[in-house]
């Protein structure tokens, strides 16, 4: 395939595969010694479903607003700036270098998520009815591939990056760990639970598949 940049990730695995990324990147992953012209071959028969891949992910960056500068985050869907003055965040001087200033962020950023995560939880359990009260807390995590979790002990664990995506998709992962409350699968019960208490929520989880490249 002509001009496709793609990474080359050769292991003791027997078979080939491609993926591309939110972010546009393709991972080929191939046996230790297939030889180029074969991995060239392999991509043309995928071409077409590679490229349709590309378009996809290239549509839902799209839909995310573009960080600019090195001292922009983004933040509930937002792109935020922060700096010592003039900015949307404003540090306190005494953290005066940029290593110091964006450990004070992501202080500040995990505190925002912490208190708005508990009350989109707190809004939502009385829907969830009886078995909202297994409900025992919340624990933040960050996490490279998922954006949380429901353990059986009624514990729920969100990706402190979730506070980057928009309300109304954050609200979307909370109702689903909360469903997980009552079914702890992915079956119709569940999804009818999910529908019940977030009717948007196909929209919601449309929008965070886009901003999985933020992750
Ligand atoms: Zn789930």
Not at 54 to 69: G, N, V
Request: charged letters at 25%; aromatic letters at 8%; a positive charge.
């Amino acid at each position: 395939m002509d001009g496709l940049q793609y990474e080359l990730k050769r292991s003791s695995r027997r078979t080939m595969s491609v993926e591309v990324h939110p972010t546009g990147s393709i991972i080929v992953r191939c046996p230790l010694r297939m030889p180029l012209y074969e991995i060239e071959r392999f991509l043309l028969m995928r071409e077409t479903w590679i490229q349709e891949r590309l378009l996809d992910s290239e549509a839902k960056r799209q839909l995310i607003p573009q960080r600019t500068h090195p001292h922009h985050i983004y933040h509930r869907g937002d792109v935020l700036s922060w700096g010592w003055q003039n900015a949307d965040i404003i540090v306190p001087q005494r953290h005066s270098t940029h290593s110091a200033a964006q450990k004070y962020i992501e202080r500040w950023q995990r505190a925002e998520a912490e208190s708005l995560f508990e009350a989109m939880i707190h809004e939502h359990l009385p829907s969830i009815g009886v078995p909202g009260l297994r409900y025992q807390g919340l624990k933040l995590r960050k996490m490279k591939r998922r954006w949380g979790s429901c353990s059986s002990t009624g514990f729920i664990t969100l990706n402190e990056h979730l506070i980057r995506v928009p309300d109304g998709c954050i609200r979307g992962v909370v109702v689903h760990e909360l469903c997980h409350l009552v079914h702890l699968h992915h079956g119709a019960a569940f999804h009818h639970l999910v529908q019940d208490v977030y009717p948007d929520h196909r929209i919601s989880d449309a929008i965070l598949d886009a901003w999985t490249s933020v992750l």
